[in-house]
C-alpha cells in the first residue's frame, strides 16, 4: 500500500479541527414545527455530516432506516408522519451511537419511555458527554500519530509504514471498545452471582485446556 504522507497529516489535522469545534444542537435548538420525512433526512444530513457516505446509493440516513427504527421501537413513532423535537433527537443519539454499537445495545441505552422531559435530559447530558470524548479522542489520536505529524521527539522521520500501522491500531481500538461495550451492556439486569460462576467455570475450562499432556518416562 503507497500512502501520501503529507496527504494522510492534512486529513488528520482536519479531523482534529473538526471534532475539537463539533458540537451537536442543543435540545431548544432542535425544530419542533412537525417534519416530514424528507425534511429530517436534510436536517440529520447537516448535522451528521461526519458519518462517511461511499456513495449516493449508500446514504447513512434513508426513510428506510428511520421507519426500521420506529418499527424495531427503538425510538417513538411520528405523529401524523411528522417528526417532532422528541424524534430527531432520538435519530441523532441512534445514528451516532450506531457508529459503535448494535441496535440491541443502542436500545438498552436510550430512554425506553417516551416522556420529553426525560428525553430531554437525557440528551443534554448526551451531547455534552460526545462533544468530551471527541476532545479526548483528538487528544489520544495526535499522540498516536505524531510520526506521521512530524511531531516524533526523537526528530526521526516517519517510517514507511506508519500510516498502515496507524489505521491498523485504529481498526483494532475500535474493536477492543465496541467488544467491551458489548460485554457490559450484556451485564443489564443480570444475576451477579450467576456470571461470577459462570467465569469461574469457564476460567477453570480453559486452563485444563492450556495443559499439555506428560509422557511417561522410559
Do not use: C
Not at 447513512?60 to 408522519?81: C, F, Q, S
Not at 498516536?144 to 521527539?153: H, P, R, V
Not at 516517519?158 to 500501522?165: F, G, L, M, T
Amino acid at each position: 500500500m503507497s500512502y501520501d504522507k503529507e496527504l494522510v497529516a492534512h486529513k488528520l489535522q482536519r479531523w482534529e479541527n473538526y471534532l475539537n469545534n463539533y458540537k451537536l444542537p442543543a435540545w431548544k435548538e432542535l425544530p419542533d414545527i412537525g417534519l416530514y420525512m424528507d425534511q429530517v433526512i436534510a436536517l440529520l444530513g447537516q448535522y451528521l455530516d461526519f458519518i462517511p457516505v461511499e456513495d449516493q446509493k449508500n446514504k447513512p440516513v434513508t426513510p428506510t432506516t428511520i421507519n426500521n427504527y420506529v418499527r424495531l421501537k427503538v425510538m417513538p413513532a411520528p405523529e401524523k408522519r411528522k417528526y417532532y423535537r422528541i424524534h430527531i433527537a432520538y435519530l441523532i443519539m441512534i445514528f451516532t451511537l450506531k457508529q459503535g454499537t448494535s441496535i440491541n445495545g443502542i436500545q438498552q441505552l436510550l430512554p425506553i419511555t417516551a416522556d420529553e422531559e426525560e428525553v430531554k435530559k437525557f440528551y443534554t447530558g448526551y451531547i455534552d458527554r460526545l462533544q468530551d470524548i471527541a476532545l479526548f479522542y483528538t487528544t489520544q489520536t495526535r499522540s498516536a500519530a505524531q510520526e506521521i505529524l512530524g511531531l516524533s521527539e526523537d526528530g526521526q522521520e516517519a517510517r514507511e509504514d506508519s500510516v498502515e500501522h496507524f489505521i491498523i491500531q485504529n481498526i483494532l481500538t475500535s474493536g477492543f471498545s465496541r467488544i467491551l461495550a458489548e460485554k457490559l451492556l450484556r451485564l443489564q439486569d443480570a444475576d451477579t452471582q450467576q456470571i461470577l460462576d459462570l467465569e469461574e467455570s469457564n476460567s477453570g475450562t480453559w486452563h485444563r485446556s492450556m495443559e499439555m499432556p506428560h509422557k511417561k518416562e522410559d
